[in-house]
């Protein structure tokens, strides 16, 4: 086990590693001087300026932009490993303060949305499989088909169009109180949902097709018991997996929902920086988000094996 | 199954923690109600630092926490700020006098210490260096001061008017890396909180303020970058002041109850600019005049950009003092355009509705970008106006990092400046028109520009400098090398209820003033 | 008894017609894209005709320059779907090569590829693409490559597997046995047993494209006005929420269809083509 866990703990640091340097290169490769869009972007703000070499020649000594790609790459790596990821070009606050600043309403839009998911998820997914062809299960099919298909951005303006402008019972972005929370965790909500009330489906389905379930009707075990005490726990098995993969994508939707909702996270801190070329910031967001995906997948790993007791008790296996 | 339970218990953890925290937010906000005088604001860019020497316009011209030697009117004539004078002594060297006795937050009073010491912090910005000149800078006693800059800049004073060269003192609460997170000013707005997870700033008034105290007891600015839901914001009343809300809540709003709507120009123009005047078609002054006539500005302004742009027939602002107002500039006129097209030797031959030269067809690319929403619209509106007079023209927005690879000598650009970074004339002008300026890789050379602009920047006396700015404006409305089409208009929307608001086009896009008061 | 009956007819309706469900709305966003040159000029600027709701004249109403918005709307189904099916078809083939070559032929490559195969799907997809058009610039070009750059995993992978389970089996041995090359036995004998799982992935993918291609526009990295597409659109619209609703609802419903058909086809030939998961019905 312990084995196992080391060999996914130096895959994650080479996954983090990895991203960081793929996004190095790609702002070391765009279009435009990097120092020439620092004093367009932030320091003047005017689109129209045109720096003069001097001023360049400043803003690369100032930023630390001389020398090639790759020494200056090393060089923040070097710093990185030891805990200082640079400060922000916009504000000239460390990187690591501003992200941390801001991890709370991301966590709390996440565990929230997360929930929700959960909540939504587990009676669809045991009603869809328990009554499979009804009318019911149908309808959850349908449910699922939907949401899957339904841009996040889109229905976020949906709701907002429905609830902020013409109900007005709830506001359109912002932060600051529980009603802010309400429409950003709906819309990531029933996005997870979508694909994780499916795999419970059809998860619990193919538990229920089991030998030892028909073993279990047969002596005559009442169907509620068999479908909570012996179904479900197997089933869900595969399913703690999904949702915790559900939680890395959750990372990616929220750049979206944060941006819409106006919601201070780190998803749009990202997209902030990226607007303007905030090298440091981007660097940072990335390696965290790469970081937390890596990580709830190690998670998610670990508990599957410690779960499933084919795994557990099978050596040798996967 | 116990692993289920500590799950559900972590996720609750969680959840109160996050709640506690939006808890306290809004129960600081209800705290600050119960206290007079109030005023909350909807700023529309991200709140990212409060370091005037970084990001100058939100610590002075929002919070106004801090202030600058030098102030400017509305007109754009200046006036003294923390600086009651000042004199020339020589071409390069200027000797400020400052105002005796203004407190800083703290109880420290100002001195020419400070003021050094600030602005040095300013200048390390290379933007700043190249904006002032300033070569260096001398502590004469407390409350004079000197600055000599690079080479004889008549626009210096004006310089010192740019919010990031406000003053601050050394007392301010700095990160380690030198970075200002508890600014101390001398504005009539004080430092209290600044709130990074909800991106608010919360300011209370100084009471020992130079000019008086101010009406307001609190002020909260609260970051709120999206427009739609800025203007929510003021209508629910979660802020009573905002600014550019989307041109379609405009008209909405106006007719609303309890709302002011205001729209003021600003000195910022909408131009179009040529790749280059050699070589191309835009080399015949008949041409460019074809263009600028043919553009219906007042439409663009009005239905294009939902009145928030005023069109322009200038360069500079009409209701500035440097705005020479006897310009008759081109008025809609696509009769005379399709004529001059032709007089320069553009037919259709062929009757496909674009003109040919020499077995060419007129066809350009218009780029532009988009981070100014009036852009976009603008630019799809000329496309249609020229192709009105036989000019093809195809609409492409990029960045504006990559419009430069991507533009030709051919094609046009259509772009946002800022008229006046600082309050006078020659920042834009001798760098859009001078034959050596900064802006101009169109290519535009006339020697008697040149030599006007060169001698507008020697001049100091004030009247003699109009005369120069007003022949200026006049050349180049003549030559017409770039087509100015519209002023960008801010829309600014607040409650009945506050009061005293003067808008100052001075401003990066609004500037609050310390007169205003709550009415209720 | 009425309740069984509509019971029946639903569960015959389902049990065979993802597909077919998939199929119909395609067919009729195929139909919209062959009749678009027939709607009027979506480029056709309007001034004094702007933001109108939804009319006879204008089924979708006019955008903020008095554009016609279902013109607008049809069109950018053609750039949608088209950039869609370029990004789904390189990565695809980039994917479909690197995965066969791989598992082929095993050793430093495929040590080097499964890696590659683990970083890449350990990484959340949308914030790398955020990236990559963000530092290359926004423009449909740059969205289009970026998509590829982070699609073609998903392929690699699938292949490898088959090919890792089809060269065991025993005609592979036979083949070899008879002299085949190597080639000629991927192409011959590896490359069909690879075909079905590969061709439902495809069209999930798409899908997925579409959405992809939807939210870089719609962050405003993506195809740039005025060409018309979908994400921009939203965009766009985004400020005149409250004004004209009608520019923020039907590009999103174009998207929503689009995608919808997509993983009806997918779900349905995912269901034809195994036989093992047709006991399930769905997932």
């Given at each position: ?318 | ?242 600014c550019d809300v989307p041109y379609g809540d405009v008209e909405r709003l106006s007719k609303e109850e309890g709302l002011n709507v205001e729209i003021h120009s600003t000195a910022r123009v909408y131009q179009l600019t040529f790749g280059s005047l050699e070589g191309t078609p835009y080399e015949d002054v008949r041409v460019r005049k074809a263009i600028s006539y043919a553009i219906d500005r007042k439409a663009i302004a ?219 | ?283």
């Amino acid at each position: 086990m312990m084995g196992y866990l080391l060999k996914r703990l130096l895959m994650a640091a080479l996954v983090v590693m990895a991203t960081s340097a793929l996004t190095f290169c790609m702002l070391s490769a765009s279009p435009g001087d990097t120092a020439e869009v620092i004093i367009k972007k932030i320091l003047v703000g005017e689109e129209e300026y045109s720096p003069t070499k001097q001023e360049i020649q400043t803003v690369k000594d100032v930023f630390g932009l001389n020398g090639p790609a790759i020494v200056l790459y090393f060089r923040w790596l070097w710093n990185a490993i030891h805990g200082d990821f640079g400060c922000s070009y916009v504000s000239g606050l460390p990187v690591l303060k501003e992200i941390v600043a801001r991890l709370p309403a991301t966590a709390l839009l996440a565990l929230t949305s997360t929930t929700l998911s959960v909540l939504i998820t587990i009676p669809l997914g045991v009603l869809s499989a328990a009554r499979q062809n009804s009318l019911l299960d149908y309808a959850c099919l349908a449910y699922s088909a939907f949401f899957i298909s339904i841009p996040s951005f889109w229905f976020a303006l949906i709701l907002i169009l429905i609830f902020s402008l013409y109900l007005d019972i709830l506001p359109v972005a912002g932060f600051g109180s529980l009603a802010h929370l309400v429409l950003p965790s709906i819309t990531l909500a029933t996005g997870m949902s979508a694909v994780t009330t499916r795999l419970t489906r059809s998860s619990l389905l193919e538990v229920l097709g089991q030998d030892y379930i028909t073993t279990a009707r047969a002596k005559g075990l009442n169907e509620n018991t068999i479908l909570y005490k012996h179904a479900l726990r197997n089933a869900l098995i595969p399913v703690v997996t999904i949702v915790g993969i559900q939680m890395g994508h959750l990372l990616s939707g929220t750049v979206i929902v944060e941006t819409v909702f106006g919601w201070p996270g780190i998803g749009k801190l990202l997209a902030d920086s990226i607007e303007v070329r905030d090298i440091p910031m981007i660097q940072g967001c990335v390696v965290f988000i790469a970081a937390m995906f890596s990580i709830v997948n190690l998670l998610v790993d670990v508990s599957y094996r410690l779960l499933d007791p084919r795994v557990k008790y099978g050596e040798g296996n996967a | 199954m116990k692993f289920k339970a500590a799950i559900i218990a972590l996720v609750l953890a969680a959840l109160l923690i996050g709640c506690s925290q939006v808890e306290k937010g809004v129960s600081e906000v209800k705290e600050t109600k119960e206290v007079k005088e109030l005023l909350k604001v909807g700023e529309m860019w991200n709140i990212r630092g409060v370091d005037p020497a970084k990001r100058g316009t939100l610590p002075k011209e929002k919070a106004m926490i801090v202030e600058c030697l030098v102030e400017a009117n509305p007109d754009f004539t200046l006036k003294p700020g923390l600086a009651e004078s000042w004199e020339q002594i020589d071409a390069t060297h200027w000797r400020f006098h400052l105002r005796k006795g203004v407190k800083f937050h703290d109880g420290s009073v100002m001195k020419a210490e400070n003021v050094k010491w600030s602005i040095e912090r300013a200048l390390k910005d290379p933007t700043i260096k190249s904006l002032t000149k300033i070569k260096k800078i001398k502590v004469v006693d407390d409350y004079t001061i000197d600055f000599i800059t690079e080479e004889p800049y008549a626009a210096f004073p004006a310089t010192l008017e740019y919010s990031k060269l406000a003053i601050v003192s050394p007392n301010s609460e700095m990160d380690e890396n030198g970075v200002i997170i508890r600014p101390i000013g001398t504005g009539p707005f004080k430092f209290v909180k600044w709130d990074t997870a909800t991106e608010t700033l919360y300011l209370e008034g100084f009471d020992d303020y130079w000019k008086a105290k101010p009406n307001l007891d609190e002020l909260v600015i609260k970051a709120i970058p999206d427009p739609a839901s800025r203007a929510v914001a003021v209508e629910k009343g979660e802020v009573d002041f905002t600014c550019d809300v989307p041109y379609g809540d405009v008209e909405r709003l106006s007719k609303e109850e309890g709302l002011n709507v205001e729209i003021h120009s600003t000195a910022r123009v909408y131009q179009l600019t040529f790749g280059s005047l050699e070589g191309t078609p835009y080399e015949d002054v008949r041409v460019r005049k074809a263009i600028s006539y043919a553009i219906d500005r007042k439409a663009i302004a009005e239905k294009a950009l939902h009145g928030c742009a005023e069109p322009a027939y200038g360069i500079i602002l009409p209701t500035l003092w440097w705005a020479n107002k006897n310009i008759a500039g081109y008025e809609y006129n696509p009769e005379k355009a399709r004529e001059l097209l032709k007089e320069a030797g553009w037919v259709d031959t062929d009757k496909d509705g674009i003109v040919e030269k020499d077995g060419r067809e007129f066809s350009v690319t218009i780029y532009t970008y988009p981070q100014r929403p009036g852009l976009k619209p603008m630019a799809e509106a000329i496309q249609a106006y020229l192709k009105d007079i036989g000019i093809k023209a195809e609409v492409r927005v990029m960045d504006w990092s990559a419009i430069k690879k991507y533009m030709g000598k051919e094609d046009m650009k259509l772009s946002a400046y800022h008229l006046t970074m600082v309050p006078d004339p020659d920042y834009y002008l001798r760098k859009t028109y001078h034959s050596d300026g900064s802006y101009n890789s169109w290519g535009y050379s006339n020697p008697e520009m040149d030599r006007l602009l060169e001698e507008g920047l020697k001049t100091f006396d004030l009247k003699e400098r109009k005369k120069i700015y007003d022949e200026v404006q006049k050349i180049a409305i003549e030559d017409v090398p770039l087509i100015h089409v519209a002023f960008y208009k801010v829309v600014v929307v607040y409650k009945d209820y506050v009061k005293g608001f003067e808008f100052n086009p001075v401003a990066h896009d609004y500037m609050l003033n310390p007169e205003i008061y709550i009415e209720k | 008894m009425v309740r069984a009956m509509l019971n029946v007819g639903i569960s015959f309706y389902f049990r065979h017609n993802s597909i077919i469900s998939g199929l119909f709305i395609l067919a009729f966003l195929i139909a919209m894209v062959v009749l678009s040159p027939l709607t009027a000029d979506p480029t056709k600027i309007d001034l004094h005709n702007n933001l109108h709701p939804p009319s006879l004249e204008h089924p979708f109403g006019t955008d903020n320059l008095g554009r016609d918005v279902f013109a607008r709307v049809v069109n950018a189904a053609k750039i949608d779907l088209a950039i869609s099916l370029v990004i789904v078809g390189l990565s695809a083939i980039i994917g479909i090569a690197i995965g066969l070559i791989s598992g082929y032929y095993g050793g430093l490559i495929d040590k080097i590829t499964i890696c590659l195969i683990d970083i890449f799907l350990a990484l959340p997809e949308l914030i790398l693409a955020l990236v990559i058009v963000g530092a290359l610039g926004p423009g449909l070009f740059n969205s289009a490559l970026a998509l590829v750059a982070l699609g073609w995993v998903r392929y690699a992978r699938i292949v490898r597997g088959s090919v890792l389970s089809v060269k065991e089996r025993q005609f592979v041995e036979v083949a070899k046995a008879a002299g085949i090359n190597d080639l000629g036995l991927i192409i011959r004998h590896i490359l069909p047993n690879v075909i079905s799982p590969v061709i439902t992935i495809a069209m999930l993918h798409l899908g997925h494209s579409v959405l992809s291609l939807a939210s870089l526009g719609f962050l405003g990295l993506g195809a740039q006005p005025p060409t018309p597409e979908w994400g921009t659109m939203l965009n766009e619209g985004r400020v005149y929420l409250r004004e004209a609703w009608w520019l923020s609802v039907f590009p999103g419903l174009a998207i929503m269809l689009t995608v919808l058909s997509f993983t009806l086809l997918g779900d349905g030939l995912k269901d034809a083509l195994n036989p093992k998961s047709r006991r399930i019905a769905y997932g």
